[in-house]
């Protein structure tokens, strides 16, 4: 089993409930000027990912959803990038919905682990990450080739679908270099709290960041390669 976090330092919690908290209500900000003040995004999708974004960038995401994503209320889908709204950055674009994957991923695969009891070599840590790697694979996948959809008419449905696959592997790959080492590291050093106190939410949403910024150079060489295609 995962090794607990005895080496934790106590400030850690009342700092985990403070960030946990912050993040959740900048979430619920997103999702109430999405759906109740009318600024829809251009894709189903993003209304998913912003608020899923706020969970591990807390503040950050609503400041960067406000900057970058907020379009004018009751505007129809295809004008609501418009010249006079602000433009998110390709790499911007392709980043969150890889972070957004892998904390949908872990709200699901470390439930799962706990309550089946599955381990790998002696730990639920491996499990753990091998669960949360396949189910991000799989909904970064179906984001990237519902995303591409439009251009299959163009491409070819088998090239779509390898695109689809690519982006999702290599981005996924990446951000577990981030991921995965942040937990490896929290093992090492005994620091790894039950999966059941909010430590542990808060040192998975630093995981997650981590990842973003392993991933950075990857998402950022696909987005200009996506914009010179």
Not at 39 to 61: C, D, K, N
Not at 98 to 124: C, E, F, K, R
Not at 130 to 151: G, H, K, Q, T
Request: aromatic share 10%; hydrophobic share 60%; net charge neutral.
């Amino acid at each position: 089993m995962m090794v607990m976090g005895a080496n934790l330092p106590a400030w850690v919690s009342p700092l985990a409930w403070t960030y946990v908290i912050l993040a959740a209500l900048s979430a619920v900000a997103i999702v109430a000027d999405v759906y109740l003040l009318g600024h829809r995004q251009p894709s189903r999708a993003m209304e998913i990912v912003w608020p899923v974004t706020a969970l591990y960038l807390g503040p950050f995401a609503l400041w960067a959803y406000a900057r970058w994503a907020r379009p004018a209320p009751n505007t129809a889908p295809a004008t609501r990038q418009d010249a006079s709204q602000p433009v998110a950055s390709p790499t911007l674009t392709f980043g969150l919905p890889g972070g957004a994957a892998s904390v949908i991923a872990h709200l699901l695969g470390v439930p799962l682990v706990v309550l089946t009891g599955w381990t790998i070599a002696g730990l639920d840590m491996w499990a753990m990450i091998a669960v949360i790697a396949v189910i991000a694979l799989a909904l970064l996948f179906f984001f990237e080739y519902s995303s591409r959809a439009a251009a299959s008419a163009y491409l070819g449905t088998v090239t779509t679908v390898q695109r689809a696959a690519t982006i999702a592997a290599v981005t996924i790959a990446a951000f577990d270099l981030g991921m995965v080492g942040w937990m490896v590291v929290l093992h090492l050093g005994s620091l790894m709290p039950p999966v059941s106190e909010v430590s542990f939410v808060f040192l998975m949403q630093i995981g997650v960041v981590l990842g973003l910024a392993t991933a950075y150079p990857v998402i950022s060489r696909l987005a200009r390669h996506a914009t010179t295609a």
